[in-house]
């Protein structure tokens, strides 16, 4: 049984069923890294501004600060820690981000990688002022965003070679 103020959720969390009893005020952010221990997803303001909770929730980009858990019941989350292959090996995104000096501190960067999967799975033929749009919405204090967005485009091309 469940207090008033408390519920069962039930989700997919990178293909995998997840479950807690919550707290209703209890945000996705932090149901992912306290309720689950997924704590790639990363809280910087806290209201909408940085971009760095960003998540998908049924493929499409979320601010998981601005989400409640019980929102996201019965729901497919993918998470950073999604991204990486089973034997750890980073995808064509991370390693791009990695060649390309695309992270500093790093903080940014899940909220980042989110959005960039997000645009990739809509638009494969996105141009470079696409993804500087697309990343609008997410803040980075380090890079100056240079590196970000070359780690973008290097991504895309090696996608597009393997359609
Ligand atoms: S922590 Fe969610 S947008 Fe900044
Ligand atoms: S790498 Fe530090 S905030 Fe982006």
């Given at each position: 049984?469940?207090?008033?103020?408390?519920?069962?959720?039930?989700?997919?969390?990178?293909?995998?069923?997840?479950?807690?009893?919550?707290?209703?005020?209890?945000?996705?952010?932090?149901?992912?890294?306290?309720?689950?221990?997924?704590?790639?997803?990363?809280?910087?303001?806290?209201?909408?501004?940085?971009?760095?909770?960003?998540?998908?929730?049924?493929?499409?980009?979320?601010?998981?600060?601005?989400?409640?858990?019980?929102?996201?019941?019965?729901?497919?989350?993918?998470?950073?820690?999604?991204?990486?292959?089973?034997?750890?090996?980073?995808?064509?995104?991370?390693?791009?981000?990695?060649?390309?000096?695309?992270?500093?501190?790093?903080?940014?960067?899940?909220?980042?990688?989110?959005?960039?999967?997000?645009?990739?799975?809509?638009?494969?033929?996105?141009?470079?002022?696409?993804?500087?749009?697309?990343?609008?919405g997410n803040i980075c204090r380090c890079t100056?965003?240079?590196?970000?967005?070359?780690?973008?485009?290097?991504?895309?091309?090696?996608?597009?070679?393997?359609?």
């Amino acid at each position: 049984m469940t207090g008033a103020s408390r519920r069962a959720i039930k989700l997919q969390v990178n293909g995998k069923p997840h479950a807690a009893e919550v707290d209703v005020r209890l945000t996705l952010a932090d149901c992912l890294r306290q309720e689950f221990k997924l704590t790639g997803t990363h809280l910087g303001c806290e209201h909408g501004v940085c971009g760095a909770c960003t998540v998908l929730l049924d493929g499409q980009s979320v601010r998981a600060c601005l989400m409640l858990a019980v929102q996201a019941d019965g729901r497919a989350v993918a998470t950073v820690e999604g991204l990486a292959g089973a034997d750890g090996k980073l995808n064509i995104l991370q390693q791009a981000f990695k060649d390309h000096h695309g992270l500093q501190c790093g903080f940014c960067t899940p909220g980042i990688l989110m959005t960039l999967t997000e645009c990739f799975a809509d638009k494969p033929d996105l141009t470079e002022q696409d993804i500087r749009v697309a990343l609008s919405g997410n803040i980075c204090r380090c890079t100056g965003y240079q590196g970000i967005v070359d780690a973008a485009m290097d991504a895309l091309r090696k996608m597009r070679s393997l359609l």
